[in-house]
T-cell receptor
């Protein structure tokens, strides 16, 4: 069965610390897509990144980086030199080729960055 | 380009009433999906529309329904409201390929059922 697990419910760090948000997924499809979204207090989900199952290259975008490992079914997200504005709930999501486009979300990780 | 818009932003309804929520996708996007977000269940998929046709449906009772218009705008309706329907309802649009394309979310409609 398809499932996304974000084991870390809450993480609290001090500004400028690096932080990694974990995401583990389960799927039987060979073609699937993984996403990360950010939900600030305003409530709107903001798209951060998409990765397909055939592309295991890590990606870096500014202070953000993503590590996709099929061998461990993980798609972890690292924020380098965190800032207060990074405080939000972060969701990892899975879209399967046979899933009709629905996003399967993890429970989210609430990140609090303190000054 | 304007983002996904949802109206109203906040609603308070009484048990037994019905409610209609509206969503306007990003211009050019043809797929619209709806999600329910609650503290207990998290984000759950309701349904998805493309070219006025429902292509996929989540595991929700028949009280939850939706439709899409020719201009891709979508509405969802919840009849006979229950206290458990209190949630943030999020609409998302994507260009075409709902599996591969990223979905862009609106700000949501917060529904409170009393």
């Amino acid at each position: 069965a398809q499932k996304v697990t974000q084991a870390q419910t809450e993480i609290s760090v001090v500004e400028k610390e690096d932080v990694t948000l974990d995401c583990v997924y389960e799927t039987r499809d060979t073609t699937y897509y993984l996403f990360w979204y950010k939900q600030p207090p305003s409530g709107e989900l903001v798209f951060l990144i998409r990765r397909n199952s055939f592309d295991e290259q890590n990606e870096i975008s500014g202070r953000y980086s993503w590590n996709f490992q099929k061998s461990t079914s993980s798609f972890n997200f690292t924020i380098t030199a965190s800032q207060v504005v990074d405080s939000a709930v972060y969701f990892c999501a899975l879209s399967e080729s046979g899933g009709g486009g629905k996003l399967i979300f993890g429970q989210g990780t609430e990140l609090s960055v303190k000054p | 380009k304007a983002g996904v818009t949802q109206t109203p932003r906040y609603l308070i309804k009484t048990r037994g009433q019905q409610v209609t929520l509206s969503c306007s996708p990003i211009s050019g996007h043809r797929s619209v999906s709806w999600y329910q977000q609650t503290p207990g269940q998290g984000l759950q998929f309701l349904f998805e529309y493309f070219s006025e046709t429902q292509r996929n449906k989540g595991n929700f009772p028949g009280r939850f329904s939706g439709r899409q218009f020719s201009n891709s705008r979508s509405e969802m309706n919840v009849s006979t409201l229950e206290l458990g329907d209190s949630a943030l309802y999020l609409c998302a649009s994507s260009l075409r390929d709902r599996v591969r394309d990223e979905q862009y979310f609106g700000p949501g409609t917060r529904l409170t059922v009393t």
